[in-house]
């Protein structure tokens, strides 16, 4: 099985399980499993309550397994300190529901962090996107978080050099809204460590298993 840790597409093949990013008030109900979350970039102020107790609805469903994505985005036009206020409401849920948070972080690695050592938290948080240098890196596996990796792997060089040395057990992969099928990523993935893709696939399965909480039937 191609799992799929965070995308904005269903790809409807049997052999790929997608983790579905949804939006509260665009809830798309052909998705499997997926996340839920208010993205920094689309936070509207006059809707943060009702976007919350959707969010608080569905994270009951067996088929969410993740609250996000959500984070900190220094280049959109959400005021900073809002978006502050907004992740924190969120992970707070999550950490009272004991459920993983998918991050979103664009200049924002050391505040996100900040944030959670601030409130103690003990969820695990999954960068999606992850590309970034080693040293980024090694603070997120520092505070029990977690990369995943998507297209920029496919062409960043130093970003291939740092994912082939990673543990297996510390990174998911993705295709988040690129038009790459994530059988591709997974194929280029696999090549980088050395390993084949079935190899790959059985990793990512105890990643989710660990991380999600989910069971993955072949």
């Given amino acids: 099985m191609f799992l799929?840790?965070?995308?904005?597409?269903?790809?409807?093949?049997?052999?790929?399980?997608?983790?579905?990013?949804?939006?509260?008030?665009?809830?798309?109900?052909?998705?499997?499993?997926?996340?839920?979350?208010?993205?920094?970039?689309?936070?509207?102020?006059?809707?943060?309550?009702?976007?919350?107790?959707?969010?608080?609805?569905?994270?009951?469903?067996?088929?969410?397994?993740?609250?996000?994505?959500?984070?900190l985005d220094k280049l959109c036009e959400t005021d900073f300190n809002l978006q502050i206020d907004v992740f924190e409401k969120q992970i707070k849920i999550a950490e009272e529901n004991k459920i993983p948070v998918i991050i979103h972080s664009v200049r924002a690695y050391q505040e996100i962090l900040h944030i959670r050592k601030k409130l103690n938290l003990t969820i695990p948080f999954i960068f999606h996107g992850f590309n970034k240098n080693e040293q980024i890196l090694n603070q997120i596996i520092a505070q029990n978080c977690f990369a995943s990796f998507g297209k920029n792997l496919l062409y960043n060089k130093n970003l291939q050099i740092i994912f082939a040395k990673l543990s297996a057990n510390q990174f998911f992969l993705e295709n988040d809204a690129s038009e790459i099928p994530i059988k591709e990523i997974y194929q280029f993935a696999a090549e980088i460590r050395n390993i084949t893709i079935e190899e790959l696939q059985l990793q990512q399965a105890r990643n989710w298993k660990t991380i999600f909480g989910y069971e993955v039937h072949k």
């Avoid at 809830?27 to 936070?43: E, Q, T, W």
Wanted: aromatic residues 8%; charged residues 20%.
């Fill in 4 to 71: 799929n840790t965070h995308t904005h597409h269903l790809a409807h093949q049997s052999d790929i399980l997608d983790l579905y990013n949804q939006f509260p008030k665009e809830m798309n109900f052909d998705a499997k499993l997926f996340s839920i979350g208010i993205h920094p970039a689309y936070i509207n102020i006059l809707s943060i309550e009702e976007e919350i107790e959707i969010i608080n609805q569905n994270i009951h469903n067996k088929s969410c397994l993740a609250i996000g994505e959500i984070g």
